[in-house]
Nanobody, 120 residues
């Protein structure tokens, strides 16, 4: 099995910072694309930031210049540094990864989500 576990969410004041982590574990041969998504109440899940299979990064326009995605391949871990947080960043943040298992099976995996609340 494969598990993605997020951590680092919480309550922060506007203008503050948080760092999210996503650790992948289990039967993993290779991790291709990875990304962070978020879903606010009453809204659709949206891509916040991600790595393509080629290793390039992309960001939602709403977070460019404020959020930075990074990864440690040796640890199968991805991070999202979020600075200058705004109330509209409040959402549940999910980690997603496209993973090939040793059997050759490729699948899309999601973490359980971590709540980020930006409020004074």
């Amino acid at each position: 099995q494969v598990q993605l576990v997020e951590s680092g969410g919480g309550l922060v004041q506007p203008g503050g910072s948080l760092r999210l982590s996503c650790a992948a574990s289990g039967s993993i041969f290779s991790i291709y694309a990875m990304g962070w998504y978020r879903q606010a109440p009453g809204k659709q899940r949206e891509l916040v930031a991600g790595f393509t299979s080629g290793g390039s990064t992309n960001y939602a326009d709403s977070v460019k210049g404020r959020f930075t995605i990074s990864r440690e391949n040796a640890k199968n871990t991805m991070y999202l540094q979020m600075n200058s947080l705004k109330p509209e960043d409040t959402a549940v943040y999910y980690c997603n990864a496209h993973i090939q298992r040793p059997t050759g099976t490729v699948g899309d995996y999601w973490g359980q989500g971590t709540q980020v609340t930006v409020s004074s």
